[in-house]
């Protein structure tokens, strides 16, 4: 309970600094715009300066989530596959230790199948991708 205080605690001080330092940017390039411009226009210019840090800002964190969420997804389709892999992989193996002569009929079927249907492959290439 208390590290969750001191940790919000010290996300506030973090993002109250963050403020500051961003409003004391904004005012110095107020002050530099100042020097050659009207006050009314510098103003503005300063405001159009902070909405295009921020339009920076947002975009390279939307680019950063974006990769983040492909590692994620990548890494959970990884995990999936493994866990379907060890169940089904030694339910498959001990069928095709029991009847061996079947599985190789129904390898070579599946194969004739895959190899002279395209829609099928498309099929199963598309199902492979997801």
Same mark, same amino acid.
């Given at each position: 309970?208390? /590290? $969750?205080? &001191?940790?919000?605690?010290?996300?506030?001080?973090?993002?109250?600094?963050? #403020?500051?330092?961003?409003?004391?940017?904004? +005012?110095? %390039?107020?002050?530099?715009? #100042?020097?050659? =411009?009207?006050? &009314?226009?510098?103003?503005?210019?300063?405001?159009? #300066? +902070?909405?295009? @840090?921020?339009?920076?800002? =947002?975009? &390279?964190?939307?680019?950063?989530?974006?990769?983040?969420? !492909? *590692?994620? !997804? /990548?890494?959970?389709?990884? /995990?999936?596959? +493994?866990?379907?892999?060890?169940?089904?992989?030694?339910?498959?193996? %001990?069928?095709? %230790?029991?009847?061996?002569? !079947?599985?190789? $009929?129904?390898?070579?079927?599946?194969?004739?199948? =895959?190899? @002279?249907?395209?829609? =099928?492959? !498309?099929?199963?290439?598309?199902?492979? *991708? /997801?």
């Amino acid at each position: 309970m208390i /590290r $969750g205080v &001191v940790i919000v605690a010290v996300i506030l001080a973090c993002a109250t600094g963050l #403020t500051a330092c961003f409003g004391l940017l904004v +005012a110095a %390039d107020y002050f530099a715009y #100042t020097n050659i =411009l009207p006050p &009314v226009y510098a103003a503005l210019a300063a405001a159009g #300066t +902070a909405l295009l @840090f921020c339009l920076v800002a =947002l975009i &390279v964190g939307k680019i950063i989530l974006s990769g983040m969420k !492909r *590692r994620a !997804r /990548r890494s959970i389709q990884a /995990r999936v596959a +493994a866990t379907i892999g060890e169940i089904f992989g030694k339910e498959l193996g %001990d069928l095709a %230790d029991q009847y061996p002569t !079947r599985v190789l $009929g129904i390898a070579l079927a599946a194969g004739f199948a =895959l190899g @002279f249907s395209p829609t =099928l492959r !498309r099929a199963l290439g598309w199902f492979v *991708r /997801r």
